[in-house]
């Protein structure tokens, strides 16, 4: 096997990789990476001309690094804001500031805020560059702000540096049944699509150093805004109707009893009683399970919790009867993902109902919606609590 | 290629321009003999000539040998004495009666030209000359110096045998011949080196070993042609069937044990005098990776270390150039808390990745070799000055980013986990091509070159099996012994990706 010219082949391979590589390559140093983005509306728009505000957070990595001597008071983050016609041209305009390459695939949330969400159309116009452009990953996370987006991003707890690192976490914890899933920007877009009604999750400051993740903001898919605000006590009756209270509490306080019961798992069924169109008519059927974290009630949780169970039962139904008559006379807007069952369910209904479903004529609101609640006490805590010892 | 032979044809001439002025048969007379073994060796300083009169005959003779290649006891208590002592005895032919009867040595030759007797002297034979007679009797005193048997200080195994080869061959043939007592067990000695005449045995057991790899391989042995193999590293590169290569297409090893698992795997194993590294042929590449130690311990414990070894060879390879093509390509692929965190350790490092990459890869090179080359005692600074004055203050000096030294250190250890070392050794020099890759094109490149080794291996033999085997050509029952180590009861055959002609090597008893 003797190559003639191997040198001169030698030379061409590497001058072909040497001469035309590396176009792609950017070092880490020189990158800016974006990693959330709040969309506000800009102080000057006019009623018929929105102008939004996109601000950008970007990371200084130097801020971040814990392992270098002597603890540095410098921010981990940078924000860059400027206000125009449409979000990518605007993030152009950012460009402009920064010395690096902006990076935004490592962009971890999006937060609208309530005036930007309100406006119809305008919410599903700007989420388009996030859905369209290449480096947009479907997992980046959308939430809604009371007030302005962009002051979320300067709240800096103690314990983690970037704001956009505590949104997410923020988003992502779920002990409380009275938030929201973190709503993926791929659901969201498919949400969208199908012109589905849903929940987002609502966030709003509460001192320099929180943020707090309460309640959920109602969006209206065929009106394409938001129509409302459910608060966090009737965003845990939605969770339960839909079988998304896998924990949480509930706890009753009356006269005669007082008791707080830790939610462990939540499954409910909806199913189609009656298919005519103007008196559709559902069945839901939840269940509850839950364990007695404190209780100071006269009857003992270990000999007698069917006592606790029927508290439960009709603390829950009540809720969610409240939850049903907000979403549908208020908000009119199906909150409940019974869109969703429909459509994999009794498609042809769906598609004959769907343009009026939650709107114009309403068929969600004419609907009647009963409720079926099974509670199971699991246990009832370590202690062996008797209130009526016998003999002292 | 031209020029070469142009060159050993050359050499030829000279070579036996120098035998002709020696006459090829024996001389009658003791004195033109013992003259023309001074003329031939240039009458050295180590070479003995003892002559003495035999018996009634009152027949010359003369007692040749090299001082410091014999037995110097044996000579005298074995030879000697007993031809002095038995003065008294008249027979016709003295040599004959002298094989016969008188001296007490095993191996005992006769031969009749000048070469045998000068390589027997030159091998530490004792060669006994008799006035007037045209045959020499040559007799096995060889002993020289050697060192101990030792544990093996390239191969260590935690459980297993502590023995290792020697530079004496005799003492190597005889440790494998210690542990397997089967008959079949062949022994063919070649010689090599034109000056050196080495010998050099392969070894293999017939009726497992397909013959067709043990007559390629004398085939190969014979075509050597060098005035003296110093190692079986040259032995090896002799007959390896491709040059170009990085892949050792040989095994070595120090290890009687191994040698022997190869040997009942239906393998040839390759002794030369003069090295404690036996040669081992064929190989595949995922024998490299396997260790003695996989077979002495349970088979659980075997599987993992075994798969624990494929990950370091992952690593060992591809760690740097992942770092590069990551960090400078593809940066969305790493999750966002650790791409931040190796940002902020690179802020303010001067270099990008690559050359990063490439300083601290080179400088651990080097310290890899100095360690090596240094005395053992001065070798520790090595790790000092290593570990600590380059490690610690390359990085507080900005120079590298503490992520770097971690992955330079983490590779480090990897590719020392390879049993194998001169397929350690090739590893490391595919390190640099996959980083150069990975810096010109990013993981794009790193594929690139990954299919490229891949057509390579497959291409590749060892001794004209497939080195790619068992996975290409498929051996699927194969990869039980030789991916995983599977339990003994399912290792009831040989693997046969060799052909092996006994394919039983286990029984189960009923």
Redesign the interface.
Known sequence: ?HIQNAPLITLYILSL??LT??W??????E?A?I?GVAVDLANDSTKNDYQLRLTDQL?V?????T?SEGVTNQKAYRNLSKSGDNLFDINNKISKQENRTM?A??L?VIIFSEEVVMQPDLFKKSLDVFTRTQ?MRRGIKVAISKGKANALLEIVPEDVKLPS?YISTLLENQRSAEVSYPLRLGDLNEYLLMELSFVMPYLYILDDESIENDGVAVFNGKKGGIVGILNGTLTKGRNIITGDANSGTISISADDTKFTAELIDNKSKINLVNEKKNNLKFQLEVEVTGIISETADKNNPFTNSEAYEEELVKKISSLIKQTIEKAQNELQTDIFKINVYLRNHHYTLWESIKENWDTGENYFRQSDISVDVDVTIEHSGNTLYNSEKEGG | MKRQSKINHKKNEELSQDNSSFPIEISHYLEDNINIIKKMLGNPSDLIIRELTLGNQRKKAAIIYINGLIDNQLVQNNVLKEILSNQTETKTDLLDYLYQKIIAITDISKVKTLDDVSFGILSGNTALYINETDTVLLMGTASGEHRSIEEPQSERLIRGPKAGFIEDINTNISLIRQDIKDPNLRFETHHIGRRSKQKIVVSFIAGIVNMNIVNEVNRRLKSIDTDYAFSSGEVEQWIQDSFLSPFPQIGDTERPDRAIQSLLKGKVVILLEGTPFVLIAPITLVETFHSLEDDNQRWLNGTSLRLLRYLTAFIAIFLPSLYIALVTYHPEMLPAKLIFSIAASREGVPFPAFVEVVIMAITFEILHEAGIRLPKIIGSTIGIVGGLVIGESAVSAGIVSPIMVIITALTAIASFTTPQYSMAISLRLLRFCFMIAAAVFGLYGVILVYIVINIHIVNLKSIGVPYSLPFAPLFIKDWKGLVIRSPLMMLMNRPNYLKVTDKRKRRQTK
């Open positions: 096997m990789l040497l590589g590396c792609d390559s950017v070092e880490l140093e990158r990476f990693y990371v990595p130097s801020g971040i690094n392992t990076f695939e490592h971890e480096d690192e």
